[in-house]
């Protein structure tokens, strides 16, 4: 079996280092587990990074990907096939409002198509806006979209065409607005960005403001749809529909798709030849991405988040009144961010060490999106650990932040340099 640093050694070799990584490889996922090389076992909170919504290798997702592996892995869009079919009629299910699909393959691919389509129906409006902190994909124009300039520091020039505003301001969204506007484009929950929600009376308000304007609102549900919020897309807790909204992660139940949805009534303003993906949604991963719907459904995932979403909350909640480093506890269904005020890198570590893989963004929030059939046992182990992790390196509140990056973090990169 080839041994951990031998994996290391051949990334370093051979795989170009644009991701800061873990020394971890993992082998092996069931559920909400995985198992790395040395056969540890780890509770994952993150799986997948918003990927494996049903957890790692969920059997309906698998079955469906035997089934259809051995009768038709691949054919391009310029013929049908059945199962982007029924995947297509089975996101309408899910809208309860008609929809047209167009299928890709990731995240920032939606999000290019969306902002291709507006562009084609502004017929000469082409700007966009869009907000502070937010997150769209690392494609050039998905990029610009993005609210965060450390992203997009070394790749300038930035296509034109994007004004970014504050968050929740409507004001600003006004300010920003001027006859070439075609889109607003935003997520609902800012997960890049450090989990910060979109109020409902501003989303109320920007749906209002784009009907006046005759503008698109474009909503970015890479990382908040497939049942993540507690309702199959987040627009549906707001009250609202979007013209136009963008899928991936877990939509494929691990394979890889992405999914522009707009509006039936303007959707056949892209024509044949005007936008394209080889591989958007092949037999293979719509076939899993069925699966990864029906199941949602079947199990009744939905009402499962809804329940431990305000168990989670509420074990969150009693940390952040034990520990004071806690500033925030915030998010909604199995998406929680928890604020600290200090970085929390090494809190992710020690999470690590101690069998719980959990994420940091935004350098001080603590990410927490388990999978959506999570029970109380796992939040409960969860929970424990992050509880002693705090309890043993939370530094002291008087702590600094450099002075934290002074001392423990450096030996911590340090090691993670192999990343
Ligand atoms: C909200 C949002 N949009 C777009 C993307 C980009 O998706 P992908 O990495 O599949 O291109 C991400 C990825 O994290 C995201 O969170």
Known sequence: MTKLQDVFNIYKDYVMPTYTKQP?????????????????KYLDFFPGWGVCNLGHCHPKVM????????????????????????????????????????????????NEAAIKFSRKFGKGKYEIITFDD???????????????AKYQQGFAPMPEGFK???????????????????????ELIQGEGGINIASRGFILNLRQLCDDENILLIIDEVQTGIGRTGKMFAWQNYGIVPDIFTMAKALGGGLPIGAMMVKKDISDCLTPGTHASTFGG???????????????????????????SEY???????????????????????????????EGKIIVEQCIKQGLLINCTHDTVLRLMPALNIG????????????????????????????????????????????
């Open 24 to 40: 971890l490889v993992f082998v092996k996922g069931k559920g909400s587990y995985l198992w790395d090389i040395q056969g540890n």
């Open 63 to 110: 079955s469906a990907v035997k089934d259809q592996v051995i009768k038709l892995i691949f054919v391009p869009n310029n013929y049908y096939n059945l199962p982007q079919a029924k995947l297509a009629q089975e996101l309408n299910h899910w809208t309860k409002y008609p929809f047209k699909a167009f299928f890709c393959n990731s995240g920032a691919e939606a």
């Open 134 to 148: 937010s997150f769209h994909g690392r494609t050039l124009a998905a990029l610009a979209a993005t609210g965060q």
């Open 164 to 186: 970014r505003v504050k968050f929740n301001d409507l004001l600003a969204v006004k300010s920003a607005l001027t006859s070439k506007t075609a889109a607003i484009m935003l």
């Open 282 to 308: 092949g037999p293979l991963v719509a076939k899993a991405a069925v699966a990864v719907l029906r199941s949602i459904q079947k199990e009744k995932i939905l009402s499962n988040v809804q329940k431990m």
């Open 312 to 342: 989670l909350h509420g074990k969150l909640q009693e940390l952040k009144n034990k520990y004071p480093v806690i500033k925030e506890v915030r998010g909604l269904g199995m998406m929680w961010g928890v604020e600290l005020k200090q």
């Open 376 to 419: 109380k046992t796992e939040i409960n182990k969860a929970i424990k650990i992050l509880d002693n992790v705090l309890k043993d390196t939370g530094p002291a509140p008087s702590k600094r932040l450099n002075d934290l990056k002074a001392d423990g973090f450096r030996a911590i990169n340090k090691k993670e340099g192999a990343g």
